[in-house]
């Protein structure tokens, strides 16, 4: 099938409208209409090839929610008018450890909602900026959320999940105090998420603006990062800090932070390296420092059903399709609270 879609033909193109195929519904597969599309950092970074290997035309998008409008005859799990979520993997090998295990998000043969290699034309993915999507059945989360929330539940599909993944993986819990660093589209669901799980939050920000904000959202404490000395207040006293953000920075300052056996895990993913760390930065404490990817199906699927009973949604700003290159100019500036979110609806013109 034909639908519209929003994309671009190269990194230093902007986006714009672009007709596209959706294969019909195999067996397993399940046919979405798509009500809203999230719009993540990682977006702006793999359209505008900032990170290596982006093919052309790339239409992003992997925090989609909406509606079942088919589904083949083998799909049990889902019929026409489920709420449906679909995050950033549609496929995976489905044979190894990680898949076993859960964890798609690490099999080597993961296929991801966009720009990944597929037998569908054009040869790679094409992602949520568009009305509709065919996916397979395991790929498929089901949304418990009230339908008038709907929008707000598209950023849990990767900022809700790949902060939660990391939040579940270092036991963050009542007792625990977390950093979380970036109050951007993840942080601003990290914040939520560690929050509901009970932990002492700290955010940190380098925005003097979103200090009030932050508080809202569920932290406990806002330190504006620049400020040396609300930084040395809380040396050597956190368990765990999500460290969201989308630029090169210095990472030994927040590793200062950190208590004896301590880790700071990365999501954010910027285009070039971060200037640091000094080994002497983890071994004086035995720290840690990791990275984590999204999140397995499973637990996406267990973060969705947690937020439905917690009440929990993401702070968005609903746009129409033809506003995506002026909110990619505001995320970098960090001028908005905290997700822009695409009402699909616009793609009909
Ligand atoms: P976002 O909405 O733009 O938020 C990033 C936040 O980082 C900003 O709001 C800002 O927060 C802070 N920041 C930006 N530039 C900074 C700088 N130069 N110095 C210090 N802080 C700065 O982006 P997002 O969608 O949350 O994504 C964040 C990063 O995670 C991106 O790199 C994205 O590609 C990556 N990501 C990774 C995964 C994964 O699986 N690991 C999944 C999704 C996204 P303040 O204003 O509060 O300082
Ligand atoms: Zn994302
Ligand atoms: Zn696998």
């Known amino acids: 099938m034909n639908v519209e879609a929003y994309g671009a033909h190269a990194g230093d193109q902007p986006l714009v409208p672009l007709k596209i195929t959706r294969r019909s519904p195999g067996p397993h597969d399940v046919q979405i209409d798509i009500a809203f599309c999230g719009v993540c950092h990682s977006d702006l970074h793999q359209v505008r090839g900032e990170w290596a290997g982006t093919v052309f035309p790339c239409v992003p998008g992997h925090e989609i929610v909406g509606r079942v409008s088919a589904v083949g005859d083998q ?50 993915t094409l992602g949520g900026y568009s009305q509709q999507i065919v996916v397979h059945e395991r790929y498929v989360l089901r949304v418990r959320h009230p339908e008038d929330q709907l929008a707000a539940v598209a950023p849990l599909l990767c900022a809700g999940i790949t902060t939660w993944s990391p939040l579940r993986h270092w036991k963050v819990g009542p007792g625990k105090k977390v950093g979380v660093v970036g109050i951007g589209g993840l942080g601003h669901m990290g914040i939520k998420l560690a929050h509901a799980l009970g932990a002492q939050v700290v955010a940190f920000t380098t925005s003097e603006s979103k200090r009030e904000a932050a508080l809202a959202l569920g932290a406990d404490e806002v330190v504006v990062s620049r400020n040396r000395g609300e930084m040395a207040a809380h040396r050597k006293s956190f368990d765990f800090i999500l460290n969201t953000v989308a630029a090169p920075h210095d990472l030994d300052a927040l590793l200062a932070l950190l208590k004896r056996d301590g880790a700071m895990t990365l999501v954010g993913a910027p285009a070039t390296p971060h200037p640091s760390p000094n ?16 999140g397995g199906i499973p637990e996406t699927q267990e973060m969705l059903d947690f937020c439905a009973g917690h009440g929990i949604v993401a702070d968005i700003e609903l746009i129409r399709a033809e506003g995506i290159n002026e909110a990619y100019e505001r995320m970098l500036k960090g001028d908005v609270k905290y997700r822009f979110v695409i009402d699909s609806a616009s793609l009909a013109g």
């Open 279 to 294: 080994v002497f930065s983890l071994i004086m404490k035995r720290r840690s420092l990791a990275g984590s990817l999204i």
């Open 75 to 124: 799909v049990s799990t889902f019929k026409a008018g489920d709420l449906v979520g679909v995050g950033c993997i549609v496929d995976s090998c489905r044979e190894c450890e990680e898949c076993g295990d859960g964890l798609e998000n690490y099999c080597d043969g993961m296929i991801g909602t966009y720009n990944s290699p597929t037998p569908d034309a054009p040869g790679h």
